[in-house]
């Protein structure tokens, strides 16, 4: 490799044969996040079984989710759909009263152009329950970009932002920086603590999207900040920007210390202020240190990513700084606009680290990845479930990818649980090392 | 439309590649979109499976709702067939190609001309048919082009011979079952001459019709492939399900009539009845009476449904008071099997009615599915598994056959630690138990305001803790219907002697 060829990143692009999940599993989170709101799924008995299977036990707790189950009546629009979307949105209000029901549309209103939204406002109308619309089909979209198809939805719904009055102004200058509003779903805790995070720093969070409430999405307009919390959320940062007028704070992701704080100095930079620089020195500093025992155990091995989550780039970077050699970074879209902070600080860190740049493969293809993986032989391979098992079998240690969308992994605090996950298939290999069969498949076929 | 959020079998595609990759070396190829290859992890994570699973998706995206497919299925399928070189391609049809209306079968005439390998399109409808209808369709779609296309004149094997016809990955318990039939089959003097699918090449399917019979364990899956090759080739099948001791026993009398076995059958049913499965006397041993008249409730797939149900009441004296399926489309067999044997019979694929029929009737124990399993947990009843859909916990490591004389044993397993233990039941009674915290009302109804005086409360908290829910139920519902509002210690009597009465 020439040295010129390390000094870049390398983006690709496959054919999208990739293995990921449909896009409306973010329901699984989205419904329990928004503690007020009702998902209705309208697609077919597919869409269902996925859920059903993926959402797993969750499904037996009287989920406030359902599929508005499309039979074959609908596709042929023997059925109105209209009526049959009013009717059944009608029970939802009645048994659950919720203060928002959010559609999903899914491959199958795409395809037969159900006018969702045209129908809801009408809908909303009679029952008196806001509707949301978002389409988060496998058509356009992998499995964490469902949430984003919803916040972006969502966006158009917080109440307009309204300058404050003069008479209150000085309240507003000991902030002394503008409204800022974070975007992305976190699990209550993790949001709370990279709020505070934030406060340490003199900046104050005016409001989430979404909160945990819909009756409490905050409010948004021209003069107000927002800055994003993962990867996958570009639609809505285009919302945001053009529809509701904010400005964006373009920032790598608060996943892993390093980032935590390039995200924490970014915001700083931005609102003009100066952090608390030895705080967040110590802070960074003292995390570093507690990660150790877990560094050890990956320092100087190699990593591939297959891809499907769009974490991908800031797991890496994140690996990168903790010792790893990257080799492969698998993802399903890669927005360079929205992710060029990200893309930078990976790039930087990579050369801090000295080591080679990784090869971005956008919509991978997963055949072609298993041959590469046979080639280099990395030491982790972290992928879905549908190719875990195989490679395990191989001898090929693997990390399930889904486990990173669903664990909390955000901020100082939480680095350490990535590393919990990243270093598990390694800890296990250590004990199991002796025994003589990490190659579980027969060799003739 | 229709407002549902959990069913009890998958779409037609899971069935198609069921089948699919269940035979060696066929792939699947679905023409669906990003995500619907949710096949994989299933078999990946529920089978543990150790091989890729040879199912890939040709991606419908954007470009190909605006453009149709066009060079896309075609290309997908040639490189599949240079890559893995498998003997058969399968082409899937899901919910979004339906609706597409795309000319599949074109692809695969056009695909054929570049390919070594077999290409076939699943005759199967989304919206028509389930997994388990797509599966049974798919499976005699594939054996009849096999079959069909020897035209060599068929030879019957020397010996007497069978073929398996039904078992599947992703299947209940099926690799332990068919491990058992084929223990019984050589037992019997009769050799197995093909598994199909599981297992089978498909290049092999054209030896099918050596087999003097064909054998279909399972009523979801085989049935339609059985009487194809019966028509056909006038193979006869024999589609009793071998579990519990009555059909086992009625089953190897079928097989040994149909290929002219020599042996003394009978003597050999008597004995595997005796003295090699334990259930027969297990049923007689004093701990079972505890079980007589128990109120249970059966609820799955119409085989195992059905067989458990008769199972309960005809082998352990435990009253059944509702036996149901969710496979409407094969309710009639059902009911006619059931009926003899049930109070009610409940044909639905509607989970919640089946859990109202669970709180209405209450029995003491639950055979079901996984829905019913945890219904079970909510209203505390506890629940054996007996049938598809199920989880990760019910493809076990060790060796657990629902069918044959073995299966007997697990069944009886099962239903007898379903139950509350005999003794322990009896010693809570007499001792009232420990448990003496407050009453926690379980209920999948909405509770109306009755009002509980306090000695009736008392009362209620010496009732053993596992009973007491059901006992407090019964006295309000007993309450309700006498348009009482307020439930006294006597009403408590009064409701007892009404349930006794």
């Known amino acids: 490799m020439s040295p010129t060829e390390t000094l870049k990143l390398k983006f690709e692009c496959e054919t999208g044969n990739y293995h990921t999940f449909c896009p409306i599993s973010c329901v699984a989170w989205l419904y329990q996040k928004i503690s007020d709101s009702f998902f209705l799924v309208i697609g077919t008995k597919t869409c269902g079984y996925f859920l059903q299977n993926a959402l797993g036990v969750m499904i037996f707790a009287e989920p406030r989710y359902a599929m508005a189950e499309l039979e074959e009546g609908d596709i042929s629009a023997q059925l109105h759909d209209f009526d049959e979307l009013k009717r059944l949105c009608f029970q939802i209000h009645q048994d659950r009263n919720p203060s928002v029901i959010v559609w999903i549309g899914t491959c199958t209103t795409e395809i037969i152009k159900m006018d969702l939204e045209g129908m809801a406002p009408k809908i909303e109308q009679m029952i008196g329950c806001p509707i949301i619309v978002a389409r988060a089909n496998g058509l356009d979209y992998a499995f964490t970009q469902g949430e984003d198809t919803v916040l972006a939805a969502m966006a158009h719904r917080c109440p307009e932002w309204q300058a404050p009055h003069e008479a209150f102004g000085h309240q507003r200058e000991q902030e002394n920086h503008p409204n800022l509003v974070l975007f992305g779903s976190l699990p209550n805790t993790v949001a709370e603590q990279l709020t505070r995070e934030l406060a340490s720093q003199g900046i104050h969070v005016s409001g989430w999207l979404p909160e945990s409430r819909y009756e409490e999405l905050p409010q948004l307009g021209p003069g107000v900040f927002v800055c994003g919390v993962n990867p996958f959320l570009s639609r809505t940062a285009t919302t945001l920007m053009r529809r509701r007028k904010c400005q964006l704070i373009g920032a790598p992701f608060p996943i892993g210390p390093d980032g935590t704080r390039a995200w924490i100095e970014k915001i700083c930079q931005v609102f003009n202020i100066q952090p608390h620089l030895e705080n967040l020195d110590q802070r960074e500093k003292s995390i570093w240190e507690s990660l150790e025992p877990y560094i050890s155990l990956i320092k100087g091995r190699s990593v591939f990513f297959m891809g499907d989550n769009l974490l991908e780039i800031s797991l890496a970077r994140f690996l990168v700084r903790c010792g790893m050699i990257v080799y492969e970074i698998g993802i399903p879209y890669m927005d360079k606009r929205f992710q060029a902070s990200e893309l930078s600080l990976l790039e930087k860190t990579c050369k801090q680290m000295n080591v080679s740049m990784p090869l971005i493969v956008e919509k991978p293809d997963n055949y072609n990845q298993v041959q590469r993986i046979r080639a280099l032989q990395p030491d982790l391979v972290i992928t879905g479930l549908a190719h875990s098992n195989p490679l395990e079998a191989r001898g090929i240690t693997t990390k399930w990818s889904v486990e990173f969308t669903f664990a909390q992994i955000h901020g100082f605090t939480n680095a350490r649980d990535i590393l919990e996950l990243v270093t598990r298939p390694l800890r296990r290999n250590n004990h199991l090392k002796d025994l003589g069969w990490s190659e579980l498949v027969s060799q003739t076929k | ?501």
């Open chain 2, 1 to 501: 439309m229709k407002l549902a959020y959990w069913m009890y079998a998958g779409p037609a595609h899971i069935g198609t590649l069921r089948v699919a990759s269940s035979f060696k070396n066929v792939h699947g190829i679905m023409h669906a979109p990003l995500g619907d290859d949710y096949f994989n992890v299933m078999r990946s994570m529920l089978e543990r499976e150790r091989d890729f699973t040879p199912v890939t998706a040709s991606i419908v995206d954007r470009y190909v709702l605006a453009r149709g497919s066009q060079e896309k299925v075609v290309e997908n399928i040639t490189r599949k067939d240079q890559e893995e070189k498998p003997d058969l391609i399968v082409l899937t049809p899901t919910c979004t190609s339906s609706i597409l209306q795309e000319d599949l079968q074109n692809f695969i005439s056009r695909a054929q001309a570049s390919t070594d390998s077999d290409i076939l399109l699943a005759d199967v409808n989304h919206y028509r048919v389930n997994e388990f209808q797509a599966a049974d369709r798919t499976l005699e779609q594939i054996i009849s082009f096999y079959v069909s296309s020897n035209p060599n004149k068929i030879v019957k094997t020397e010996k007497p011979s069978a073929n398996i016809l039904g078992i599947f990955t992703l299947g209940f318990h099926h690799q332990h079952d068919c491990r058992e039939i084929y223990r019984l089959l050589k037992d019997l003097g009769i050799e197995i001459n093909l598994v199909v699918p599981e297992g089978c090449a498909v290049t092999d399917l054209k030896k099918l019709t050596k087999a003097w019979i064909n054998i279909v364990p399972y009523r979801e899956i085989g049935l339609m492939a059985a009487k194809f090759l019966e028509k056909e080739y006038q193979m006869p099948y024999i589609s009793t399900i071998p579990m519990g001791l009555v059909e086992t026993a009625s089953w190897i009398r079928q097989i040994c009539k149909q290929t002219n076995s020599q042996m003394d059958y009978e003597k050999y049913i008597d004995h595997q009845t005796r003295f090699v499965s334990q259930a027969a006397w297990f049923s007689r041993s004093i701990d079972c009476q505890n079980l007589t008249g128990k109120k249970a409730l059966v609820f799955g797939d119409a085989t195992h449904a059905a067989a458990i149900t008769k199972i309960l009441v005809r082998e352990m004296g435990i009253n059944v008071c509702c036996a149901g399926t969710y496979c409407q489309h094969d309710g009639d067999w059902f009911r006619e099997q059931v009926q003899a044997f049930c109070d009610q019979v409940l044909i639905t694929d509607d989970h919640t009615r089946v859990g109202n029929m669970i709180a209405e009737i209450e029995p003491a124990a639950i055979f079901g599915t996984q829905m019913e399993r945890h219904v079970g947990k909510r209203l505390d009843i506890p629940c054996g598994v007996i049938s598809a859909p199920i989880h990760i916990q019910n493809f076990p490591l060790s060796y657990r056959p629902f069918l044959g004389y073995e299966g007997t044993n697990q069944i009886a397993d099962l239903v007898y630690n379903s139950f509350t233990l005999g003794m322990e039941d009896h010693l809570l009674e007499i001792f009232g138990g420990h448990d003496v915290k407050t009453v926690i009302t379980k209920n999948l109804s909405t509770d109306q305001n009755l009002i509980w005086e306090s000695s009736a409360i008392e009362e209620l908290q010496k009732i053993p803790g596992f009973v007491r829910n059901r006992i407090k139920r019964n006295t309000e519902k007993f309450a309700r219907s006498k348009k009482l509002e307020k439930i006294t210690v006597e009403v408590m009597y009064a409701a007892k002697e009404a349930l006794a009465a």
